[in-house]
């Protein structure tokens, strides 16, 4: 058994007591070393800046640098605990199935069997949204949630991981919902308001538009919002008018590396009966 391996009771569940975690950003590649008790990040998160372009290759290297300098560190998890990796695209069975945000030449990529074969150990892949959705439900703003639950991510693109009963359904692509003739990350994403220069007001307007379309559809128990503008959410949530609770995200810029490592970990887990 790996040195990090934790026993928990008997005949229970086993976790990794530590799990390296990278998220892949338009911008930046952030990697952390996660402690899947707490969801917190242990010692200083290690970045690089997204290479340009950013094909496949030269983000697989930049992503096994950050693993090997993380892996260096004393409390680091062994090598045969995998690495667990967010990318902004659909990801399924490993395979990019989309590139809305990023290099067009990652579709079809399979983005899980060239990340382990370049860092040469097991590395699991899952979206950023849907991996920010994990963080949030297990120890963030969701936890113990139940019924529907959406959190929606606003960067460059929208995100939006769907959880029922703390379930992940995997590759919910609400940012991209056709609303007024727009795919709506376009017009609504934390990105679009810098593009277009408009105050928070304004936004606000847009999110209102955008945020009632989406509860018309799924009618959820509550709507999650993260993304590096939910820093800000003071300017803009208390504008919105739903019937459904809307709140922040709790783990902030640390949900993706949290949510990657978890989604690694929870594989891991043996299945139920
Ligand atoms: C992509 C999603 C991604 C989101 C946030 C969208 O454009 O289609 O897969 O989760 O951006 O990065």
Do not use: C
């Not at 569940?13 to 338009?26: E, H, L, Q, R």
């Not at 395979?95 to 990529?109: E, I």
């Amino acid at each position: 058994m790996p040195k990090d391996i934790e026993k928990k009771k008997p005949g229970k569940k086993t976790m990794p007591a530590t799990v390296i975690g990278v998220d892949i950003g338009g911008t930046g590649i952030k990697g952390g070393i996660v402690n899947l008790e707490k969801g917190v990040i242990v010692g200083d998160r290690y970045r690089v800046p997204t290479p340009k372009p950013s094909t496949p290759e030269a983000v697989a290297a930049v992503v096994a640098d950050i693993v090997a300098e993380l892996s260096s560190r004393p409390e680091g998890p062994s090598e045969d605990v995998p690495v667990g990796v967010t990318f902004p695209a659909i990801i399924q069975h490993g395979v990019a199935r989309s590139a809305a945000n990023v290099d067009k030449s990652w579709v079809d990529t399979d983005v899980d069997a060239l990340f382990t074969k370049v860092l040469g150990r097991d590395v699991r892949v899952i979206n950023d949204a849907d991996a920010a959705g994990l963080a949030e439900v297990r120890y963030g703003a969701g936890k113990g949630e139940l019924g529907t639950v959406l959190v929606i991510t606003l960067g460059t693109g929208i995100g939006s991981a769907f959880i029922f009963d703390g379930r992940l359904v995997p590759n919910v692509e609400l940012g991209h919902l056709e609303i007024d003739g727009h795919d709506a990350e376009t017009k609504a994403s934390a990105v679009a308001r810098e593009r277009d220069g408009i105050g928070w007001n304004e936004y606000t307007v847009r999110l209102q538009r955008y945020f009632s379309h989406v509860e018309f559809l799924f009618s959820p128990e509550l709507i999650i919002v993260g993304g590096g503008i939910s820093k800000r959410s003071g300017d803009y949530l208390p504008g919105l008018k739903l019937r459904t609770p809307i709140i922040p995200a709790q783990l902030k810029n640390q949900a993706g590396i949290v949510g990657g490592a978890l989604q690694a970990a929870i594989l891991l887990e043996p299945k139920k009966a």
